[in-house]
T-cell receptor, first 112, second 110 residues
Framework: DADVTQTPRNRITKTGKRIMLECSQT?????MYWYRQDPGLGLRLIYYSFDVKDINKGEISDGYSVSRQAQAKFSLSLESAIPNQTALYFC???????????FGQGTRLTVV | QKEVEQDPGPLSVPEGAIVSLNCTYSNSAFQYFMWYRQYSRKGPELLMY????GNKEDGRFTAQVDKSSKYISLFIRDSQPSDSATYLCAMEGGYQKVTFGTGTKLQVIP
């Protein structure tokens, strides 16, 4: 099994629909992150969580919400999808120091 | 001005060449510096992690940090076609909020 698993890998959805991206990890890390990657803009942090009871906004959290269901699970929701949320989304985990970090394979989301 | 600047490339080199990838930054609070490798259609993979000025070596890879100049580099010796990927620099200033460069696409030609 992959260290960080994201589902789905690809998704096409319509404007206005609610969609959830899921992430699970087997590393036992407390810290989990959601990023989006856009050409020319790099990876940008959407939300992060340092433990099950801790949720923090990143630099581009508007239009997104998250839920940390367990240490191993961190899901990202788009409440009402819009076309400019079309991007590649990555979940990541890290240890306390940040010197050990793992990314999932990504979810390619297209909003039409 | 972006906090982290990275030339997008693409950079094409012949197999066996020494590759130099660079990033500059403007935020003096950055303390930890990372390099990630991202193959097409894959997630980034952490290659190097360092927190001090100077060099850190791992096999064919050397990470260099110059905090006084706000400049970091990744050197790849004896480059291989399998090194063809996008390389992302990343920096953290605390609370593990990492800022990424936009990535440099590298192609190593056999």
């Amino acid at each position: 099994d992959a260290d960080v698993t994201q589902t789905p890998r690809n998704r096409i959805t319509k404007t206005g629909k609610r969609i959830m991206l899921e992430c699970s990890q087997t590393k036992g890390h407390d810290r989990m992150y959601w990023y989006r990657q856009d050409p020319g803009l790099g990876l940008r942090l959407i939300y992060y969580s340092f433990d099950v009871k801790d949720i923090n906004k990143g630099e581009i959290s508007d239009g997104y919400s998250v839920s940390r269901q367990a240490q191993a699970k961190f899901s990202l929701s788009l409440e009402s999808a819009i076309p400019n949320q079309t991007a590649l989304y990555f979940c990541a985990t890290s240890d306390l120091s940040g010197s050990e970090a793992f990314f999932g394979q990504g979810t390619r989301l297209t909003v039409v | 001005q972006k906090e982290v600047e990275q030339d997008p490339g693409p950079l094409s080199v012949p197999e066996g060449a020494i590759v130099s990838l660079n990033c500059t930054y403007s935020n003096s609070a950055f303390q930890y510096f990372m390099w990630y490798r991202q193959y097409s259609r894959k997630g980034p993979e952490l290659l190097m992690y360092t927190y001090s000025s100077g060099n850190k070596e791992d096999g064919r890879f050397t990470a260099q940090v110059d905090k006084s100049s706000k400049y970091i580099s990744l050197f790849i010796r004896d480059s291989q076609p399998s090194d063809s990927a996008t390389y992302l620099c990343a920096m953290e200033g605390g609370y593990q909020k990492v800022t990424f460069g936009t990535g440099t696409k590298l192609q190593v030609i056999p």
